[in-house]
């Protein structure tokens, strides 16, 4: 059954997640209510504003406050009351151990079965926050069910709807998704939360709860080894003087692979791949079932960043007391996200080194979230205020995000600001040959580096 335009849809939890998809179903004309604890942020949605950076996002959300069909709250009871979808988009943070901590999901959880308490019409609740199999199934059906003394699939829908949004695109690819996975307690749930989807040209996919929750952490476990793969390949690349880059051209030509997540470099980092693949395996070692490749991926991965640390050093001979640039501290570019970045254990890596660290992101905001890690910790860090300001006077330079703005650093300013030009490159941002012709040591990760 096609949800109507204008349907009323809650939203539990405005992180990112959240406020990404409540522009989603305002673009495609539904009416939104968001629903979190943290007053500021409540507030802020209702100003118009957005508490992240997301291209496009803040827009929508005024928009939304401007034309009536946006408003916050903290009541997540009433909000679950007046709603016919209520998402459930909270955080997922990690335990010591790795597992995913679901404390906010049962908080949620219990809100939404206060509220769906008597009520007519068949509401549907649906997952969009990402939960190890069984989650929806057995955590968040019984508490609903208790709180609202109703069945899944009888009084109220039931629904996993995943999203496979790229920090930095999210509202293009939650526009133009390449699929849409749908996984419901009964075909009444899945075809309710298909018309909330109605018109988009993207496959579908109808299952159950725990697959759909399923081919959520697949997808990410798939994607960040395909990153770690690549990452190794590069390592035997630097070992043997071969390009990696060219060598995964000629490898993502091939259809079955195909060209995408095979950038090596230094290591990926995110709210995501790192968090999901440590609750994987950690729901697996709870099930008993060994793993190999996953583990291996993340031990790589926190080794990967420090490649940087060895090219340097090799052309420096020694790090201590030289004044190194670290130019990005997001996890990557167009993001202020700083969650799991690859920059603090390269940060962490030249203070051991006895290196002076100077710290430089595009993003103003990156460099305020990045200063969490080591406020009042050195005074070996220096932040600085632009890309010249960083690279004056410096002995060397690592890129560890390829934003617009290094894309664009130009040889002659390199060499001008530089006391030695050496950078190492830990993606592949600007052309090798080209700073190679201009006299500046431009070295990186699985590059011929001669
Ligand atoms: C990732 C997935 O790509 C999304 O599909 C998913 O929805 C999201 O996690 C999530 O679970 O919410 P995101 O973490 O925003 O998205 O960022 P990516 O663009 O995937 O990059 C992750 C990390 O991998 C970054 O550090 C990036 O620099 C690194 N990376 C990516 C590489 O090192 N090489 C590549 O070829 C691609």
Redesign the pocket.
């Known amino acids: 059954m096609p949800a109507k335009v204008g349907e009323r849809i809650a939203i539990l939890g405005i992180g990112?997640?959240g406020l990404v998809t409540a522009a989603t179903f305002l673009k495609r004309g539904h009416n939104v209510v968001c629903v979190d604890v943290l007053k500021d942020r409540v507030a802020m949605i209702n100003d118009g504003k957005s508490p992240i950076f997301e291209p496009g996002l803040e827009e929508e959300l005024e928009q939304g406050i401007r034309s009536g069909r946006l408003m916050a709250t903290t009541d997540g009871i009433t909000a679950a009351r007046c709603s016919k979808f209520i998402f459930i988009c909270v955080g997922t943070p990690s335990m010591p151990d790795g597992s995913i901590d679901l404390k906010f999901i049962r908080s949620a959880s219990k809100d939404i079965g206060k509220g769906l308490k008597g009520r007519k019409g068949f509401p549907v609740v649906v997952m969009k926050s990402?939960v190890v199999p069984n989650t929806c199934e057995k955590v968040v059906r019984p508490i609903i069910e208790k709180a609202s003394k109703m069945r899944a699939g009888r009084g109220f829908g039931l629904a996993c709807n995943?999203?496979?949004?790229?920090?930095?695109?999210?509202l293009k690819?939650s526009l133009h998704p390449d699929r849409i996975v749908i996984g419901g307690t009964d075909d009444r749930s899945r075809s309710a939360v298909e018309g909330l989807y109605k018109g988009m040209d993207a496959p579908l996919i109808l299952t159950d709860l725990n697959t759909a929750e399923m081919i959520?952490y697949a997808?990410?476990a798939f994607?960040?080894v395909?990153?770690g793969l690549?990452?190794e390949i590069a390592n035997i690349c630097s070992a043997h003087g071969v390009d990696v880059y060219e060598v995964m051209k000629g490898v993502g030509l091939d259809k079955r692979i195909g060209p995408?997540?095979?950038?090596?470099?230094?290591?990926?980092?995110?709210?995501?791949?790192p968090k999901?693949l440590k609750a994987l395996r950690a729901a697996a070692e709870k099930a008993e079932v060994s793993l190999n490749i996953l583990p291996s991926v993340l031990d790589q991965n926190e080794a990967q960043p420090l490649e940087t640390i060895k090219l340097l050093k090799k052309v420096l001979k020694g790090l201590k007391g030289r004044r190194i640039a670290l130019l990005g501290l997001a996890?990557?570019p167009d993001?202020d996200?700083v969650r799991?970045?690859?920059a603090l254990p390269i940060v962490k890596a030249l203070l051991k080194e006895g290196a002076v660290v100077r710290l430089y992101d595009t993003n103003r905001a990156a460099m305020d979230n990045f200063r969490t890690f080591i406020k009042g910790k050195t005074k070996r860090v220096i932040e600085c205020g632009s890309i010249e300001e960083a690279l004056k006077g410096s002995d060397g330079a690592i890129i560890q995000?390829e934003s617009k703005e290094f894309k664009a650093l130009r040889p002659r300013d390199i060499k001008a600001w530089m006391r030695r030009p050496v950078i190492i490159d830990g993606?592949r941002t600007l052309d090798p040959h080209l700073m190679k012709r201009s006299g500046i040591v431009y070295r990186g990760i699985g590059w011929k580096n001669r």
């Open positions: 990112y997640v990402t995943p999203e496979f949004l790229k920090e930095g695109e999210a690819d959520k997808s990410n994607l960040a395909r990153v690549s990452n995408h997540f095979l950038r090596a470099g230094a290591g990926f980092g995110g709210s995501c791949f999901d996890f990557k993001t996200d799991e970045t690859r995000t993606r």
